[in-house]
């Protein structure tokens, strides 16, 4: 029914019938949006949303689901989704969703900065000074989350949730070894700060 609502429109639809799937169409070809039900056999819409964002991919994602309690759409929202739409839905609402996050995905690109460091949301890149910055997936997730809360110390269960999604095999360690490396690129002076036995600032 959704592939032939969107194609009725005139979108090219590629559909992928679970979670795993989902992820290996997204890896060969970056849609333009996502649509996810979060109900999926295996890996759940959830989870994919959480890897996708792990992965540095800003794509517009949006949530279908039957669970309409505030619990659930918030859920949704912090593993990563743009939107989030509750079933039963009129394929007019949904395709008003999708044009929506489409014009998003096509305004100017969102530059956050501190000091002299200047990180492009959208192409996941950055640059201090007159110095390019090359970023992995998640240094470039976490400098995010350190550039959205500038002077507020972030935890290390914080940035695991936020960066590793919750996954199982992930570890304070992680996070330490990411900001090493985060570190190392910035250069100096340096700009990530260390709150001892709590987490890390982004403070000069």
């Not at 109900?39 to 991919?57: E, F, K, N, T, W």
């Not at 929202?77 to 039963?88: E, N, Q, R």
């Not at 900001?179 to 700060?193: D, E, H, M, N, T």
């Amino acid at each position: 029914m959704l592939e032939r609502t969107f194609a009725a429109e005139g979108y090219r639809v590629a559909a992928a019938a679970d979670g795993a799937g989902a992820l290996v169409a997204v890896e060969r070809a970056v849609p333009d949006l996502l649509v996810l039900d979060v109900a999926m056999p295996g890996i759940d819409g959830l989870a994919v949303c959480r890897r996708l964002r792990s992965r540095g991919l800003g794509l517009p994602i949006l949530l279908l689901t039957a669970r309409d309690a505030v619990p659930d759409r918030v859920a949704g929202l912090d593993a990563g989704a743009d939107d989030y739409l509750v079933k039963p839905f009129a394929a007019e609402e949904l395709l008003a969703r999708a044009r929506a996050l489409l014009r998003r995905g096509s305004e100017p690109d969102e530059l956050l900065a501190f000091d002299d460091l200047i990180f492009d949301v959208r192409t996941r890149s950055a640059r201090r000074g007159e110095r390019e910055i090359r970023l992995g997936a998640r240094e470039a997730e976490l400098l995010e989350l350190l550039l959205r809360n500038p002077r507020r110390v972030i935890s290390r269960t914080l940035a695991l949730e936020r960066v590793w999604g919750g996954e199982s095999a992930a570890t304070t360690n992680a996070v330490d070894r990411c900001v090493s490396y985060l570190r190392r690129k910035l250069g100096a002076p340096p700009l990530i700060q260390t709150v001892r036995g709590v987490g890390f600032m982004l403070e000069r």
